[in-house]
C-alpha cells in the first residue's frame, strides 16, 4: 500500500448508539499519528455522490454521547453496481484517501469487502449495529445501549401490567436473531422469551401462562423478536388471547425506540477502544477484517467470516432464563 496519509471514515446500514463515539476514537487516534481523517457522509452514497469533508478534533468535540452517527447512515443501490463502486473508487482517489473505515453491519462489509478486491483500497471494519449478530465480536457497538432500552422499558410496562392485572407481550428488534430479546427478557424477568433461532412451540407458551395463572400471578410480560418464527408479537397476541381471557392482553412494539438513545458506557468504551485499534491496524497494515473484541482480545476477522457466519446466541441463557421466570 501506498504510505498511509489519509483515512476516510464512514458509518452504514442501520444506525446505532455508539456510532459517533466510534468515529471520535478513529479522528483522534488518526490525528495523533499525524494522519488525515475524511468524513463520508450518508454510508456508500457519500463516496458515490462526493460527500466528503474532512474532519478534525473540533467535528469530534462533544459526540461521544451522542447517539445516531453525525455522519448520518444511508443505503445505498448503486454501490452494489460496478459502475457505482467505480464512481465511488474516483472520489476516494480525488480526495486522497488512502483507506477505509467502515462501521456498520455484515451487508456494509460486504460492500466493503468487493470495494477492496477491485480497486485494492485497504478497508477495516468496525461492527456497528444494535442486533449483535457479527461473527468476530462479543458485542457490537450498540448492542448494550439497546438491551438497556428495552430493560427500562420493559420495567414501566411492567408498572402497568401488575397495577392492571395484564399480560404484556412485548415485540423487540432481531429479524435473524434473539440477542436483544434474550437478554433484555433475562434482564426485566419475563416469563417467555421467543427468539428466532429455536422453534417456537405456541402450546409451551400457553403451558407456562396457564402454570402462571395456577400459580395466582396476575400479570406477566413475553418478549418476543420481530423475526420469530410463529410470528410477531400480534400473531401471538390472537392465540394468547382466545385462550386466556381473563387476562387482558396487550401488545407494545418497541420499534425504532431501541436504534437511538445516548450510548451507554459499555457501548462508548467499546467503540473508543475498537476505533482506535482500527487506526493501529492500518498503521499496521492490516486490511479486509472487521476489528472486533472477543474474550477481552482484540481480533480481526477476515469480511468472508464475518459475512458469512452469523454469531449465535448462548442457548444455556433461554434455559437460564426459563428456569427464573417460573
Ligand atoms: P448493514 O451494514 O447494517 O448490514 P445493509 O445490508 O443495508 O446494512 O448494507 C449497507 C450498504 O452496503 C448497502 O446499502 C449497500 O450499499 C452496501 N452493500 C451491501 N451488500 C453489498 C454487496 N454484496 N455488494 C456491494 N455493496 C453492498
Known amino acids: 500500500m501506498a504510505e498511509l496519509k489519509k483515512i476516510g471514515v464512514l458509518t452504514?446500514?442501520?444506525?446505532?448508539?455508539?456510532?459517533?463515539?466510534?468515529?471520535?476514537?478513529?479522528?483522534?487516534?488518526?490525528?495523533?499519528?499525524?494522519?488525515?481523517?475524511?468524513?463520508i457522509y450518508r454510508g456508500y452514497n457519500g463516496m458515490v455522490n462526493?460527500?466528503?469533508?474532512?474532519?478534525?478534533?473540533h467535528s469530534v468535540q462533544n459526540i461521544i454521547a451522542l447517539g445516531g452517527t453525525i455522519l448520518k447512515?444511508?443505503?445505498?443501490?448503486?454501490?452494489?453496481?460496478?459502475?457505482?463502486?467505480?464512481?465511488?473508487f474516483d472520489?476516494?482517489?480525488?480526495?486522497?484517501?488512502?483507506?477505509?473505515?467502515?462501521?456498520?453491519?455484515?451487508?456494509?462489509?460486504?460492500?466493503?469487502k468487493v470495494f477492496m478486491e477491485e480497486f485494492g483500497v485497504p478497508v477495516l471494519g468496525l461492527p456497528g449495529t444494535i442486533d449483535n449478530d457479527l461473527y468476530g465480536t462479543d458485542y457490537t457497538i450498540g448492542y448494550d445501549t439497546a438491551v438497556n432500552t428495552v430493560v427500562s422499558a420493559i420495567d414501566k410496562l411492567r408498572d402497568t401490567a401488575h397495577s392492571h392485572d395484564r399480560l404484556f407481550i412485548v415485540e423487540v428488534m432481531g429479524r435473524d436473531a434473539?440477542?436483544?430479546?434474550?437478554?433484555?427478557?433475562?434482564?426485566?424477568?419475563?416469563?417467555?422469551?421467543?427468539v428466532p433461532e429455536t422453534k417456537t412451540h405456541i402450546k409451551e407458551l400457553m403451558d407456562r401462562l396457564q402454570q402462571g395463572i395456577s400459580d395466582k400471578e396476575t400479570s406477566a410480560i413475553v418478549i418476543v423478536s420481530?423475526?420469530?418464527?410463529?410470528?410477531?408479537?400480534m400473531e401471538v397476541k390472537k392465540v394468547v388471547s382466545e385462550k386466556f381471557p381473563e387476562y387482558g392482553v396487550r401488545v407494545t412494539?418497541?420499534?425504532?425506540?431501541?436504534?437511538?438513545?445516548?450510548?451507554?458506557?459499555?457501548?462508548?468504551?467499546?467503540?473508543?477502544?475498537?476505533?482506535?485499534?482500527?487506526?493501529?491496524?492500518?498503521?499496521?497494515?492490516k486490511k479486509g477484517a472487521m476489528v472486533g473484541s472477543v474474550n477481552r482480545k482484540i481480533v480481526f476477522t477476515p469480511f468472508d467470516k464475518t459475512i458469512k457466519h452469523h454469531d449465535k446466541i448462548n442457548l444455556e441463557l433461554k434455559n437460564i432464563a426459563e428456569i427464573l421466570s417460573l
Not at 259 to 269: F, M, V
Open 226 to 233: 420481530e423475526g420469530d418464527d410463529f410470528g410477531g408479537a
Open 253 to 285: 412494539i418497541l420499534g425504532h425506540l431501541q436504534r437511538g438513545g445516548s450510548p451507554s458506557a459499555y457501548d462508548r468504551i467499546l467503540a473508543s477502544g475498537l476505533g482506535y485499534q482500527a487506526v493501529l491496524g492500518l498503521l499496521d497494515g
Open 91 to 112: 472520489n476516494v482517489k480525488r480526495h486522497n484517501i488512502d483507506a477505509l473505515i467502515l462501521i456498520g453491519g455484515d451487508g456494509t462489509f460486504a460492500g466493503g
Open 50 to 57: 462526493d460527500m466528503i469533508e474532512p474532519l478534525d478534533k
Open 12 to 39: 452504514s446500514g442501520g444506525d446505532s448508539p455508539g456510532m459517533n463515539a466510534a468515529v471520535r476514537a478513529v479522528v483522534k487516534t488518526a490525528l495523533y499519528h499525524d494522519l488525515k481523517v475524511d468524513g
Open 178 to 194: 434473539g440477542f436483544i430479546a434474550l437478554r433484555s427478557g433475562i434482564a426485566s424477568g419475563a416469563k417467555k422469551i421467543l
Open 73 to 88: 447512515s444511508a443505503r445505498c443501490p448503486e454501490f452494489r453496481t460496478y459502475e457505482g463502486r467505480k464512481q465511488a
